[in-house]
């Protein structure tokens, strides 16, 4: 099935480090969304986004609508041990009935 | 508030068997989407189900199926379990509107042997 384009696949951080992830498609959304999924653990979600160009902070992740409509960014500043996961993005396209489109994910490591 | 809740956390099938997997969606919530898991992969739309409805499956086979109660809990059913059935199984639920996202539940691993 259709699926978003979330980039990097996978991260090597060091703690303190910022790090950013995003998802692109080529089709428009209305809706982005993003997870956190911890080994053994369902996804919990982040932040939720509804507004192109909306900016949107929890604690210190900041994630953004992109003003096309077409993606959207996450960003983690000054990273820690807990930090370490898989993040989603997901996306909601107009009249889809609340079908997510979700990416593939990007896994957090940290470095030894 | 209780989350989702999903059993059991762990299943074990041999090829062939079939396989009944539980949620409970957050109290209020009326609709229940299952998703599948490989190991190390993405998310895989399952099922949809709304106000004891089916609403959308994803591409799966008919082997697979479920039903939601008037209670709006759910049942994932998988038939004649192959080994490729091997999974995490996530349950979450939403209230209605589009600024409702999805809450999920830690999931059913399933092995088949």
């Known amino acids: 099935g259709q699926q978003l384009n979330q980039s990097p696949q996978s991260m090597f951080i060091q703690e303190g480090e910022d790090v950013s992830m995003n998802c692109t498609s080529s089709?428009?959304?209305?809706?982005w969304l993003w997870y956190k999924q911890d080994p053994g653990e369902g996804p919990v979600l982040l932040i939720a986004?509804?507004?192109a160009g909306e900016l949107t902070s929890n604690g210190r992740l900041t994630a953004q609508f992109g003003i096309t409509r077409k993606d959207s960014f996450l960003n983690i500043s000054a990273s820690i041990p807990s930090d370490v996961g898989i993040y989603f993005c997901?996306?909601?396209?107009?009249?889809?009935?609340?079908?997510?489109?979700w990416g593939a994910g990007t896994k957090l490591i940290i470095k030894p | 508030e209780a989350g989702v809740t999903q059993s059991p956390t762990h299943l074990i099938k041999t090829r062939g068997q079939q396989a009944t997997l539980r949620c409970s969606p957050i109290?209020?919530?009326?609709?229940v989407y299952w998703y599948q898991q490989a190991l190390g992969l993405g998310l895989q739309f399952l099922l949809w189900?709304?106000?004891?409805?089916?609403?959308n499956r994803g591409n799966f086979p008919p082997r697979f199926s479920g039903r939601q109660f008037p209670n709006y809990s759910s049942e994932l059913n998988v038939n004649a379990l192959e080994l490729e059935d091997s999974a995490l199984y996530l349950c979450?639920?939403?209230?209605?509107?589009?600024?409702?996202?999805?809450?999920f539940g830690n999931g059913t691993r399933l092995t088949v042997t």
């Open positions: 986004l509804y507004k």
């Open positions: 997901a996306g909601l396209m107009m009249d889809s009935n609340y079908q997510l489109i």
């Open positions: 089709s428009i959304f209305n809706t």
């Open positions: 979450a639920s939403r209230l209605g509107g589009r600024h409702s996202p999805l809450h």
């Open positions: 109290s209020g919530h009326t609709s």
């Open positions: 189900y709304d106000e004891g409805e089916e609403r």
